[in-house]
């Protein structure tokens, strides 16, 4: 019975069992609802995971031999080892106590800090989706189009991949349209094991820059972008791979902005077309914002490219890494 907790949760206490033991105690800890959502003590989730918790004024740092992270009160935005990570439910703070929802120990946390590796999963093929294509020329910058340079990404993140000695295809290898809905049907096709589909950014505030990575929204949990989903918050197809899902784009992030020294916007959530009837693990990159000058010249520049490709291709290889068996 799925009952009131969601899919999302579900896999995260699965995922919690095949952990170090550790790391199954907070599954065990008790809620408490504040403003409307499910919460736990992160000084308690702290303790069960093994984390020392220091707070200071509105922020609450938890560091282990392995990890630090950053909290903030009234804030979606944490920083999970380095990276960006946008949460779905805003830390709370009450009577000096941090709060962190149990949506997102469980659909951030868990599959974040503490990755199973299963010999029942291995990353052989990966389908790259260059966004935009034909009809549709995506955002429009000048004489560039972002259709043209996603395709070259994309090419570029092939040849990156085949050298790695995975196989990688291309769902357009030329200046063709596919709905992106039809999109994860040509990886599946395609016998894809990844969904990494490319894109770059827009902004009307020409100063913003740098580097975002999407994965699937949990059920019922709030998108950073809600663009284009509809009125369906329920599960979807590629709710199934949440716990792969964010750790593959927290890899991807983490491999772009370590590797590039850009400016880190985080992993972040969306139920995009692409990414929402996905029936593999599956990503966005958002890999520079056409509207700001410096991103744009980077983004129209051969060299830069092939170190964006190598590094995206880094971050896919880091995920193969932790979640296949030795």
């Given at each position: 019975?799925?009952?009131?907790?969601?899919?999302?949760?579900?896999?995260?206490?699965?995922?919690?069992?095949?952990?170090?033991?550790f790391a199954q105690a907070?599954?065990?800890?008790?809620?408490?609802?504040?403003?409307?959502?499910?919460?736990?003590?992160?000084?308690?989730?702290?303790?069960?995971?093994?984390?020392?918790?220091?707070?200071?004024?509105?922020?609450?740092?938890?560091?282990?031999?392995?990890?630090?992270?950053?909290?903030?009160?009234?804030?979606?935005?944490?920083?999970?080892?380095?990276?960006?990570?946008?949460?779905?439910v805003p830390v709370a703070?009450?009577?000096?106590?941090?709060?962190?929802?149990?949506?997102?120990?469980?659909?951030?946390?868990?599959?974040?800090?503490?990755?199973?590796?299963?010999?029942?999963?291995?990353?052989?093929?990966?389908?790259?989706?260059?966004?935009?294509?034909?009809?549709?020329?995506?955002?429009?910058?000048?004489?560039?189009?972002?259709?043209?340079?996603?395709?070259?990404?994309?090419?570029?993140?092939?040849?990156?991949?085949?050298?790695?000695?995975?196989?990688?295809?291309?769902?357009?290898?030329?200046?063709?349209?596919?709905?992106?809905?039809?999109?994860?049907?040509?990886?599946?096709?395609q016998k894809a094991d990844?969904?990494?589909?490319?894109?770059?950014?827009?902004?009307?505030?020409?100063?913003?820059?740098?580097?975002?990575?999407?994965?699937?929204?949990?059920?019922?949990?709030?998108?950073?972008?809600?663009?284009?989903?509809?009125?369906?918050?329920?599960?979807?197809?590629?709710?199934?791979?949440?716990?792969?899902?964010?750790?593959?784009?927290?890899?991807?992030?983490?491999?772009?902005?370590?590797?590039?020294?850009?400016?880190?916007?985080?992993?972040?959530?969306?139920?995009?077309?692409?990414?929402?009837?996905?029936?593999?693990?599956?990503?966005?990159?958002?890999?520079?914002?056409?509207?700001?000058?410096?991103?744009?010249?980077?983004?129209?520049?051969?060299?830069?490219?092939?170190?964006?490709?190598?590094?995206?291709?880094?971050?896919?290889?880091?995920?193969?890494?932790?979640?296949?068996?030795?």
């Open positions: 019975m799925q009952g009131r907790f969601g899919i999302a949760w579900w896999l995260a206490i699965f995922w919690a069992m095949a952990a170090p033991a907070w599954t065990k800890l008790p809620r408490t609802t504040l403003f409307g959502n499910e919460y736990l003590s992160l000084a308690q989730w702290a303790d069960a995971c093994k984390y020392d918790l220091k707070t200071q004024g509105d922020s609450a740092i938890l560091t282990s031999r392995w990890s630090r992270l950053l909290f903030k009160a009234d804030s979606r935005q944490a920083e999970i080892r380095g990276v960006q990570v946008h949460l779905s703070k009450q009577g000096g106590e941090f709060y962190i929802s149990s949506l997102d120990a469980a659909t951030v946390l868990q599959p974040l800090l503490f990755p199973v590796k299963s010999p029942k999963v291995s990353v052989r093929s990966v389908a790259i989706d260059a966004g935009h294509g034909g009809k549709d020329p995506g955002n429009l910058e000048g004489k560039f189009q972002e259709k043209r340079f996603t395709l070259q990404l994309a090419e570029e993140l092939q040849s990156a991949l085949k050298a790695a000695g995975l196989k990688a295809t291309l769902t357009r290898s030329s200046d063709t349209y596919h709905d992106p809905a039809d999109r994860p049907a040509i990886a599946r096709r990844l969904l990494i589909s490319l894109h770059y950014n827009a902004a009307a505030d020409t100063s913003v820059r740098g580097l975002e990575t999407y994965c699937m929204t949990p059920a019922r949990a709030s998108s950073t972008n809600a663009r284009g989903e509809g009125a369906n918050t329920g599960a979807y197809p590629a709710n199934q791979f949440d716990p792969h899902n964010v750790l593959l784009a927290w890899h991807v992030q983490q491999a772009m902005t370590h590797q590039l020294g850009l400016p880190d916007r985080g992993v972040r959530r969306a139920r995009f077309a692409v990414l929402r009837f996905s029936t593999t693990p599956a990503i966005l990159v958002e890999a520079g914002f056409m509207s700001n000058p410096a991103d744009m010249a980077r983004i129209a520049d051969a060299t830069h490219r092939k170190k964006m490709a190598q590094a995206i291709a880094s971050g896919i290889l880091a995920y193969k890494k932790a979640i296949e068996s030795p």
